[in-house]
């Protein structure tokens, strides 16, 4: 890209893309694939890019009618959102629980309760879009949604802090065993004592996992006297005087505190068991935030009564209860009420990230990711698609329209996608894949209802041969577990049409343009 345009189109002027004006656009390039300033979240470069026009005067498509699509926002996502998501005219429902399995949306917002299995989207057939308003995805299928065009958008830094605050209150109060004192205070009993309490200052804390959260703890744990030894299955610069150990081993045999900030994968499932209880030194302490599979918490009880260890703090565990009450029992964990009986042990239920701040901020980065997907179709930021974009169209483009097709990433579907877009004229066209599932994004000019509608035939019949492709003669199962995505066609105007008696391999088509074109090419299709 050249200099001037990454740089000209800086402008701190109001949003052009329709967001809330709670953040200004940073970004107006001419450039087709603009950069934008983006979390540091991202992967490479490529999250720094966003789509926008120089002229600021321009009106950026807005893709959907209010009465055409449904937003459900579950688990009391933060008002923050759901202000960014209203503005845009969607229609806006929100519930305190988790989903009721039997309803069906365009767009949902979760947070860590519910979970969306392949059985759930199966039977979410107008489903286009997941925003997880927290930092994991896995309650949802990712790879499932990805086969089906559903994009899952997530908050991957925006409570980084609040947990790595919380971790720091956890190491204060687990050396001082405040939470026993409390306890014994509400209680009437008055136990002053300081056998086994100890001074922070001078202790080593070994942070498993240097991530956005473990980095952030690293600064403040030595901004408070301590040292700090971090464990990555990658090389990473290590903030302030951290230093990097090359094995988990290694880091448990020299921290005082051990506290994990890993995703849930295989690999980390019971990372901490019982050989790596017995390689952490006497007297030391625990402290879990991260995933609550992480640890063997039957292993963990085992140690605490043995005296190995002198504290443990979890926030996370491995079933929860799906809503506030007194669920925390037996019959949900068995070990519950052993956990429940150990002394300096502070069980919390999954409030590391549950701050004013952090909430607001996920609302905002997880509604905005929505929006931006919804209205223009990138996917800068997606867990589970390829990270496409290209700068919005204009209301000023009429007569151009928006091709987005998503299709299984196999040999020859991009030349017939081609050969097909190839009979109009392409103003530009971007294209990435991820695993088995491909993205395209195209948008062409001067076109009409009957040209739209070939367009949609055309794509339409080339998704039913791809997932034959992808399935195979031989194949028996169900076609709808082998679904391409969607075909989305979008023009500037004022809403969308979404099309009845569609195939199942197309999650949504609609038509984005006036209200006169609409009725146009309703009465053709």
């Known amino acids: 890209m050249a200099l001037e345009d990454a740089t000209s189109g800086i402008d701190i002027a109001s949003p052009t893309n329709g967001l809330s004006s709670q953040r200004p656009s940073m970004s107006l390039s001419k450039s087709p694939s603009a950069p934008y300033p983006r979390s540091p979240a991202s992967k490479d470069a490529s999250r720094w890019q966003r789509g926008t026009t120089a002229a600021t005067a321009a009106k950026p498509l807005k893709p959907f009618a209010t009465e055409d699509i449904r937003i459900l926002l579950l688990e009391n996502v933060n008002q ?7 503005a845009q005219g969607y229609q806006v429902d929100f519930l305190k629980t988790s989903l009721p399995e039997d309803d069906d949306v365009h767009v949902i917002g979760i947070r860590s309760k519910t979970q969306l299995t392949a059985r759930v989207l199966r039977e979410a057939r107008n489903l286009i879009v997941i925003g997880c308003f927290c930092i994991g995805t896995n309650q949802v ?49 008055w136990n002053k004592v300081s ?14 996992g240097y991530g956005h959260i473990g980095s952030q703890l690293s600064v403040l744990a030595e901004a408070m006297g301590m040292t700090v030894v971090f464990y990555d299955v ?16 290694t880091l448990l045999g020299v921290a005082d505190f051990v506290t994990c900030h890993v995703p849930e994968l295989p690999e980390t499932h019971h990372m901490i068991g019982q050989v790596q ?14 995933r609550g599979s992480v640890i063997d918490i039957p292993a963990l009880i085992d140690v605490m009564r043995a005296g190995k260890l002198a504290g443990a703090a979890l926030d996370v565990y491995p079933a929860e209860p799906g809503g506030n009450g007194d669920y925390f029992t037996s019959d949900l964990n068995l070990w519950a009420e052993d956990l429940r009986s150990l002394k300096n042990i502070i069980i919390t239920p999954h409030i590391g990230g549950s701050t ?18 919804v209205n223009e179709g990138c996917t800068l ?37 081609n050969e097909i877009l190839g009979d109009h004229n392409v103003d530009k066209q971007t294209t990435d894949s991820r695993g088995d599932v491909a993205y395209l994004m195209a948008d062409i000019s001067d076109v009409n209802a009957s040209v739209i509608k070939d367009l949609y035939q055309r794509l339409e019949s080339l998704s039913c041969a791809s997932s034959q492709m992808f399935c195979g003669p031989a194949d028996n199962s169900s076609s709808s577990d082998h679904d391409t995505g969607f075909i989305l066609i979008m023009q500037p105007s004022h809403g969308l049409i979404l099309l009845e008696g569609m195939a199942r391999n197309q999650r949504l088509m609609g038509i984005l343009a006036t209200r006169r074109q609409r009725q146009a090419f309703k009465d053709i299709i």
Request: aromatic share 6%; proline share 3%.
């Open 80 to 86: 923050t959102g759901r202000d960014i998501l209203a």
């Open 141 to 189: 299928d990712t790879q499932y949604a990805a086969k089906h065009g559903i994009a899952v958008f997530n908050s991957p830094f925006s409570n980084s802090r609040s947990v790595a605050e919380l971790v720091i209150g956890e190491v204060i109060a687990l050396a001082r065993q405040l939470g026993d004192r409390s306890n014994e205070l509400h209680k009437g009993t």
């Open 381 to 417: 930021g997606a867990v589970n698609m390829p990270e496409v974009n290209l700068r919005f169209l204009t209301m000023e483009e009429e007569n151009h329209v928006r091709v987005i097709y998503i299709h299984h990433n196999v040999p020859g579907v991009l030349r017939k996608v």
């Open 234 to 249: 990658v090389n990473l610069m290590a903030l302030g005087t951290a230093k990097q150990v090359p094995t988990l081993e």
């Open 356 to 373: 004013e701040e952090a909430q607001s901020a996920i609302g905002i980065e997880v509604s905005e990711a929505l929006v931006r997907y």
């Open 277 to 290: 209880f017995e390689q952490m030194k006497h007297g030391s302490y625990l402290i879990n935030a991260s």
């Open 195 to 208: 056998s086994g309490c100890w001074e922070i200052r001078g202790k080593t804390l070994g942070i498993i």
